[in-house]
C-alpha cells in the first residue's frame, strides 16, 4: 500500500511540474505571437489539470488571436486569473494598475439591474490595452460601459527576462445598485 501511494504521490508531483512548465511555455509562444501552438500546448494543460485558471486565460487568448472567439469564451469562462495573480513565470508583473470605474447607465438603475461584467483583458509589452473580450456580461449598456472603462486602464507592462511582456487577466467591474 506504501508503494502504491507513493507511485501515486510521484505520478501526481509529475504531472504538476509538466503542467506548470509546459504552462509557461505556452504563454511565452503566446507571448511571441506563435498563437496556434500556444493553444495546442495550453490546451494539453487544461487537460492535465483542468483547474489551472492561468492556462485557461492564455487558451482563451491565443484561441482568440488565433480567430477562434467561440471558443476563446468557452476557455474564459473557466479562467479566473485576475491581474494580481499573475506574477509566476514574470521577474515583475504589470504596476500601476488604475482602472476607471465605468458609469451605471440610466436604463441600469431603472431597471435595479445588479451583477459582475467579467472581461478578458490584453495589457500589451507597450503599456496599451489590447483586446477586450466579454466573458461575462450584463444588460443595459453595463458591459459597453465596462469595456469603454477597460480601454482606458493604465499600467506599467510585466517584465520577464528584462524585456517588457504582454500579460492577460480577468477584469471585473461590480455593479450593485441598492
Known amino acids: 500500500m506504501k508503494h502504491l501511494l507513493f507511485l501515486l504521490f510521484v505520478i501526481f508531483c509529475s504531472i504538476s511540474a509538466f503542467s506548470q512548465s509546459s504552462r509557461e511555455y505556452g504563454i511565452d509562444l503566446y507571448r511571441a505571437g506563435d498563437f496556434e501552438k500556444s493553444a495546442e500546448v495550453l490546451k494539453a494543460v487544461t487537460t492535465v489539470d483542468k483547474k489551472d485558471q492561468i492556462a485557461w486565460v492564455y487558451l482563451g487568448a491565443s484561441l482568440y488571436k488565433s480567430g477562434k472567439s467561440k471558443d476563446a469564451g468557452s476557455a474564459f469562462r473557466k479562467g479566473k ?80 527576462n528584462g524585456k517588457t511582456v504582454g500579460t492577460v487577466a480577468i477584469v471585473e467591474y461590480t455593479f450593485d445598485i441598492r
Not at 458609469?103 to 451583477?115: C, E, F, I, V, W
Not at 495589457?123 to 482606458?152: C, N, W
Open 81 to 160: 486569473a485576475n491581474i494580481e495573480d499573475l506574477v509566476p513565470g514574470d521577474d515583475s508583473p504589470v504596476s500601476g494598475f488604475k482602472k476607471p470605474r465605468p458609469h451605471y447607465t440610466d436604463m441600469a438603475r431603472q431597471n435595479l439591474t445588479s451583477g459582475v461584467v467579467k472581461l478578458a483583458v490584453e495589457f500589451g509589452p507597450d503599456g496599451i490595452i489590447g483586446f477586450v473580450y466579454v466573458s461575462q456580461a450584463l444588460p443595459h449598456g453595463l458591459t459597453e460601459e465596462s469595456m469603454a472603462a477597460a480601454r482606458k486602464i493604465t499600467f506599467t507592462p510585466a517584465t520577464k
